[in-house]
């Protein structure tokens, strides 16, 4: 470990993820073993070939490292993973959840073991779809909350507009129509189709007493991805 921290971890490495690191530590380790070892003067290459023929062979089965741990949820159906807040579809419905850890995986579980979610760990930092369909339904019963909420700044630009009216009872029917359009289309989707959806009536835009007009959300900044 000390050799490799020294020779190839002088300074910190450009990598695009753990998968792409590991494979760049392969072919510099590969290539390393073309050199003399530094005691028996023998390429390390033949020692290795050598060595090798006495060696156990591996078990067939990957040996499972996991840890599993007691996570209490919020208010806003997430847990704390990794010191980041993770959304749970339905962790409402528990006072505490199982998070079974892998080093790059988790699980979330029941008491009574139903998964409630399969996902990446946090510091994997790989792009995922939020699930929008249950972050929105938690918003219906406490509307005021999407102005605090996290998620606020990942929704698209007419859809964050379109739902933070001052009138709450508005805001609330809004987001019932749009948690029904989740059913069928994904959050981008909507917000491509954001005026055919208000003109076909799809998304409630009466009884607005703000009178936007929604031709004029196309010179809002750029949308954020709908991902995280």
Do not use: C
């Amino acid at each position: 470990m000390g050799y490799i921290r020294y020779n190839f971890f002088n300074k910190a490495p450009v990598m695009n993820s753990y998968e792409d690191l590991t494979d760049q530590l392969f072919q510099k380790l590969n290539k390393d073993r073309d050199r003399l070892h530094y005691e028996k003067q023998v390429r390390i290459e033949d020692l290795w070939l050598d060595e090798k023929n006495h060696l156990l062979v591996l078990p067939e089965k990957d040996y499972p490292v996991w840890k599993t741990e007691l996570v209490r949820v919020n208010k806003y159906n997430e847990v704390k993973i990794d010191n980041m807040l993770v959304h749970v579809p339905k962790a409402s419905n528990y006072s505490q959840l199982y998070a079974t850890l892998t080093w790059d995986q988790l699980k979330i579980t029941s008491p009574d073991g139903d998964i409630l979610l399969d996902d990446f760990r946090p510091y994997m930092k790989k792009r995922k779809a939020l699930p929008w369909l249950s972050i929105i339904k938690t918003w219906i019963y406490k509307p005021r909350v999407i102005e605090y909420s996290r998620y606020r700044d990942y929704l698209p630009g007419r859809i964050k507009d379109f739902l933070l009216v001052d009138n709450l009872l508005i805001r609330r029917k809004r987001l019932e129509g749009l948690a029904t359009l989740l059913v069928t289309y994904d959050m981008k989707k909507i917000n491509e189709e954001f005026y055919e959806l208000i003109s076909q009536e799809k998304l409630p835009a009466e009884n607005n007493p703000y009178e936007v007009d929604w031709s004029q959300y196309d010179s809002l900044a750029p949308d954020k991805e709908v991902t995280s």
